[in-house]
Structures are given as C-alpha cells and as structure tokens.
C-alpha cells in the first residue's frame, strides 16, 4: 500500500497569529514576561491618534500655518502662540474618545440619522422588480 504525502504538496500557510513567547514559558501576562526579561515595549497601540497642543496655553485649537517654506509652524487660536515646536501628545483611540466626549463635540441627531437611514433604504420598488 502506499501512503501519498499530501503534505508536500501543501505548503502550511505560515499562522499570522503566533503564540507569544510569554504564553509558551508559562507567564501569567505578557507584562510579568517583559519584566522578567527586561524587555521594553513601547505601549503604542495601533490606531494612536495624534494631538497637537499649544504649548503656551495648552489649547488644542492650534492650526499648520500654511505657506511656510521651511518646515511647519503652527498657530495657537487661542491665544495667538506661533512656533515650531507644538506639543505633540499620544491618544490611544480610547482616550481619543474620551477626549472628544470632553470636548462635547456635537455628533448628528440620533433622530437624524434615523430618517438618513429611511431614505438610503425606500428605493422605489418597481425599480428593483423589472430587472
Ligand atoms: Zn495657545
């Protein structure tokens, strides 16, 4: 009898999804892992969103002036700060979130949104029955 190798033939697709190395010495938490090894990780999480703050004022309401020829300078609305060097700060999506429930940015009516929804779904039907 033969015994046909399929596998040759069948090139494993290599996991995207690894087991981590934490996981696979017996580490409760990647943390306690990094701490034993002393390993450092850059806590960026994918999805940062960047801010920019005045760094007189710290208001976020600073703009790129534009037409500069050399490099960026940015403007404070608020109280008129000019200059390069912009406070730069790191949201994770979550606290971009947070930051924008703070600043009570106005999002649609939810009512709104609703009738948007009707009208994107009210197709006129013999429109969709004669094809
Ligand atoms: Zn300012």
Redesign the pocket.
Known sequence: MKIIKLTKNKMPKKSKIATPDWILEGFDSEEEYNKKKGIKVKKQKKGVFKLRL??????D??IIVVGKERGKEWE??????RGMNVKEKDLTEEEFMEYLDKKNVELPDEDELKKDFKKTIELPEEDLEEE
């Open positions: 005045c760094p007189k004022c710290g208001s309401e600073v404070c609305k608020k109280c008129g700060w």
